[in-house]
């Protein structure tokens, strides 16, 4: 029987891509989202791929999620950790439910998306995760002193989970992409793409979901089961860690 995904912040964006991508692989996949239900529909409706509604910044609602996907398809074995918003400011102007908000769903979000799957994982001696993390967790961005300081602590989650899971059976890796070409990317000024962003990356354009997909594809597949506490950068050659 092939094994079971789940994306959170499934439904929408790079998630969106992962899920589909994941599913074409063979798997069995549930999609997390947290709050437009008309688009998450759309998304199920279009992909066959069934959705459950939770905020990944509520532990006990992370629980009860993995739970009810447990009845409904068997139990995690791939987790990936997409979901993320962000609040940006310039830091002397940013308040502290912008730093909470952020830091609660992107980084406290795989604590409580995770720990309710890993006991499963540790028993069963196999086990898929991958965070999704970002270019500016490893650079920083001004303005995003609240997403960096979220997005750089994943990375840091991915390698000491990593080798708590290493002898399980069980992978950590992280992904960072840098500018893909997403609903909320593409919403940006023709001029500002142009002008500004797409000149820092040196493969000249931006990138496509479906290729940060196909990264965790790789990463939960057997193939990956060498690679570990990895962080593998998606980014067109703009920043090399």
Known sequence: MS???LVTGGTRGIGAAISIALKGAGYRVAANYAGNEEKAQAFSDVTGIPVFKWDVSDYASCAAGAATIEEALGPVEVLVNNAGITRDAMFHKMTPSQWNEVVNVNLNGLFNMTHPVWSGMRDRNFGRVVNISSINGQKGQMG???YSASKAGDIG????????GAAKGITVNA???GYIGTEMVRAVPEKVLAERIIPQIPVGRLGEPEEIAR???FLASDDAG???GSTLSANGG???A
């Open 215 to 217: 990264c965790v594809v």
């Open 226 to 228: 060498f690679i570990t």
């Open 238 to 240: 703009q920043f090399f």
């Open 157 to 164: 989650f991915t390698k000491a989970l990593a080798q708590e």
């Open 144 to 146: 995003q002193v609240n």
């Open 175 to 177: 992904i960072c992409p």
């Open 3 to 5: 094994r079971v995904a």
